[in-house]
Antibody
């Protein structure tokens, strides 16, 4: 079974650093992009960025560039999302998800499946 | 970050057919395929449809979807009480280097 398992909930103070993780199993981890998605309380899904574990090629959504760092350790089949200085506005559930897809005649045929179970990050002052 | 446009809510009675719309632009839905996800509050989203109209194994054929131009729609026939959830559309957006999601439609089974 293809599965992504994320690390547990975190409670942090503003200004602290944090790394959360996402471990893949049931497939060749190096061969699929992994994306990170934020969901603030009661809000929609926001794409943060993606990483290709095979060569650590990383692409960020403009809203998240410089705000977070995405990395992967292919030796242990794990992707990570990291903050150096948390803000209260970082309070959210963070999901990792495996990207699948192919180029089509024009554009892209992309989707994410499966998703990790989510990691709740709570940041308070 | 902007979102694809979805109605915030939809409803139907058991056995009915409901449709949920998703509207974008030429640079996202107009160029790329659409996927649909089901999210029960407090849980992770799950893939329902990919490649505009393809159901992964395990998804009942009560769920179908289509795309035309810059819009897409999800149809659920034979509505059941456990279909209550949020339904989200998504498409690739090159400016995001990732998927652009709809705001979600909360489906209520009356």
């Amino acid at each position: 079974e293809v599965q992504l398992v994320q690390s547990g909930a975190e409670v942090k103070k503003t200004g602290e650093s944090l790394r959360i993780s996402c471990k893949g199993s049931g497939y060749i981890f190096n061969n699929y992009w992994i994306g990170w998605v934020r969901q603030r309380p009661g809000k929609g899904l926001e794409w943060m960025g993606i990483i290709y574990p095979g060569d650590s090629d990383t692409k960020y959504s403009p809203s998240f560039q410089g705000q977070v760092s995405i990395s992967a350790d292919k030796s242990i089949g794990t992707a990570s999302l990291q903050w150096s200085s948390l803000k209260a506005s970082d309070t959210a559930v963070y999901y990792c998800a495996r990207l699948s897809g192919v180029p089509v005649a024009v554009g892209w045929d992309n989707w994410v499946d499966p998703w990790g179970q989510g990691t709740l990050v709570t940041v308070s002052s | 970050q902007s979102f694809l446009s979805q109605p915030p809510s939809a409803s139907g009675t058991p056995g009915q057919r409901v449709t949920i719309s998703c509207s974008g632009s030429t640079s996202n839905i107009g160029t790329n395929t659409v996927s649909w996800y089901r999210q029960v509050p407090g849980s992770a989203p799950k893939l329902l449809i990919h490649s505009n109209n393809q159901r992964p194994s395990g998804v009942p054929d009560r769920f179908s979807a289509s795309k035309s131009g810059t819009s897409a729609s999800l149809a659920i026939r034979g509505l059941q009480s456990d279909d209550e959830a949020d339904y989200l559309c998504a498409t690739w957006d090159g400016s995001l280097n990732g998927l652009l999601f709809g705001g979600g439609t909360k489906l209520t089974v009356l």
